[in-house]
């Protein structure tokens, strides 16, 4: 369920197989609902590519005034230290902002014990990376993502 203080992935996709290349956009709640989207996405006679990825964060989560939307660069599985101390095995996202969120919360990097990438942003892990055309589309996607979320 999607509130007000949850992080929200979305997923922009278009259709490889259909000449006027339809778009979708998709939204998750959690890094495993996306993961799902990146299998499908990924097994072979696929007719969908996943274009980008954004993270909406919520006021609560990011210290801002509004909802704000960063690029998704990697989203990845691995076995991170919970907080009870117990070590799970779960998915979770890297921004270009640098920051690593897993699902709803934060996630600092000391916690990570073990990763491995299941998707990769196509142009680099870091806004410099994201050149061109690339950038333009996330330069666009971002007060969008935000829009979507403002009114929750």
Same mark, same amino acid.
């Given at each position: $369920?999607i509130s007000? +203080?949850n992080t929200v992935a979305?997923?922009m996709t278009?259709? &490889?197989s259909e000449? +006027?290349? !339809? $778009?979708? $956009?998709h939204?998750? %709640?959690?890094? !495993? #609902?996306?993961? #799902?989207?990146? =299998?499908?996405?990924g097994? *072979?006679?696929?007719? %969908? %590519? &996943?274009?980008? @990825?954004?993270?909406a &964060?919520p006021p609560a989560n990011s210290g801002?005034?509004?909802?704000i939307?960063i690029?998704v660069v990697q989203?990845?599985?691995g076995? @991170? &230290?919970a907080?009870d101390?117990s070590?799970? #095995?779960?998915?979770?996202y890297?921004?270009? +902002?640098g920051e690593?969120? /897993? #699902? =709803?919360s /934060?996630?600092?990097a000391? *916690?990570i014990?073990?990763?491995?990438?299941?998707y /990769?942003?196509k142009?680099?892990?870091?806004?410099? !990376?994201?050149g061109g =055309? =690339?950038?333009e589309?996330?330069?666009?996607?971002s007060?969008?993502? @935000?829009?979507m979320h403002?009114?929750l």
């Open positions: $369920m007000r +203080s979305v997923a278009q259709a &490889i000449p +006027s290349g !339809d $778009m979708g $956009m939204r998750f %709640t959690t890094a !495993d #609902d996306l993961a #799902d989207l990146v =299998h499908l996405c097994r *072979r006679g696929s007719h %969908t %590519t &996943i274009l980008a @990825v954004h993270l &964060i801002q005034e509004r909802w939307s690029p989203l990845l599985r076995n @991170v &230290i907080t101390g070590v799970e #095995d779960t998915f979770f890297r921004l270009a +902002s690593i969120f /897993k #699902d =709803h /934060k996630l600092e000391e *916690r014990l073990t990763a491995t990438v299941v /990769k942003e142009t680099g892990p870091s806004y410099v !990376d994201l =055309h =690339h950038y589309f996330h330069r666009w996607l007060p969008v993502v @935000v829009e403002e009114g």
